[in-house]
């Protein structure tokens, strides 16, 4: 058995109830959303030890910014970054947030597995010096401490701690919950890092005050494969959903594929088009298209907004359109219903 599908099934067994994903989230109590402040301001402190040339080759510990700098609720915002490992280095000053083309340029650029050991206390001295009033912090990393410290502390900021590999075994791992605990914060950890991808959905409902959003998993094994799935719609007031699919290869390709809305029998949106549409038409009377709009698109995901809803079922697949020379690559779909039609 090859290592990512140990890794894939590692992540299966490991399924949180709260979010239907390999991702665990543990936390103080949550709080309701009239006591949730929007984080206007972040911070975040990579690791960029040794390491991760092992546990995290193909650097999705940056597309979990870019996934997260890209989400349009982010837009404005306050963010800055540093790296660790032997020591600590800023990678870009707190400053507004556009586009985020020239922070993730620099974060694909120095983000290289070339720090040396894995050194806490230069990361959140130097997280706090260039960002002491940031409302939230992430805290990413993939190995213990030289030392614990107690620096998180100074200042205290709300601390998102994601980690994995190294850094969630034997006594590591209470020690990044206390370091979650004691910011106010909540703690992530990941079978792998494919599955950082799957963090940046759930913490931007955490900085946004947003419902967490669900999953569903995949294992491709060959060019073709569709796998469907669906969704309930409850609410006649649900406007649009949002949805990314994820993959852990940059060389597959793993996209939407049909989408339907049906009430019981009836047929009541699609994505078909041309004589299709008109022959679903006519069998179905009212039947109208949905909408789909790419909203952001790299190396392993593609994300997408649906509008045109309707309270019923909605199903959709998940093709491989690619898929490595006796590959198989481990996906996902994440996504979240709305009443807004923003």
């Known amino acids: 058995m090859n290592m990512r599908l140990k890794a894939f099934i590692a992540g299966v067994v490991g399924v949180s109830a709260l979010t239907g994903t390999a991702v665990t989230g543990q936390a103080a109590p949550v709080a309701q959303k009239s006591q949730c402040a929007v984080a206007q301001s972040i911070e975040s402190i990579i690791d960029d030890s040794g390491s991760m040339g092992g546990t995290d080759p193909d650097k999705f510990r940056v597309t979990l910014q870019e996934l997260l700098f890209t989400e349009g609720e982010n837009f404005g915002k306050i963010v800055g970054a540093v790296e660790f490992g032997s020591d600590a280095t800023t990678l870009f000053k707190p400053a507004p947030l556009g586009n985020a083309a ?191 709009k790419t909203v952001g698109k790299g190396t392993t995901f593609r994300r997408y907004r649906i509008t045109g809803l309707k309270k019923g079922t909605l199903t959709f697949g998940v093709k491989a359109k690619k898929i490595p020379p006796f590959g198989q690559v481990n996906a996902a779909s994440q996504f979240s219903l709305s009443n807004s039609r923003k």
């Open 102 to 292: 020239s922070q993730l340029a620099t974060l694909r650029s120095r983000i290289n597995a070339d720090n040396g050991s894995t050194n806490y206390e230069a990361a959140f001295t130097l997280g706090g010096q260039d960002h002491p009033n940031a409302m939230a912090r992430l805290f990413l990393t993939d190995g213990q401490p030289d030392a614990e410290t107690n620096m998180y502390l100074t200042p205290r900021q709300k601390t998102y701690v994601i980690g994995f590999g190294g850094a969630i075994q034997g006594s590591n791992l209470a020690y990044l919950q206390k370091i979650a605990s004691d910011t106010g914060g909540e703690l992530f950890t990941v079978a792998s890092a494919f599955e950082l991808q799957l963090v940046a959905g759930q913490l931007n409902a955490r900085l946004n005050c947003q419902p967490a959003p669900k999953a569903f998993r995949y294992l491709f094994t060959k060019k073709g494969q569709t796998i469907r799935k669906k969704i309930k719609i409850k609410s006649r007031k649900t406007k649009k959903l949002e949805l990314s699919v994820l993959y852990d290869n940059a060389a597959a390709s793993i996209d939407l594929s049909g989408i339907t809305v049906k009430r019981g029998k009836k047929l009541l949106r699609t994505t078909s088009k041309g004589k299709k549409f008109k022959r679903l038409k006519r069998k179905h009377k009212g039947l109208k298209k949905l909408k789909v």
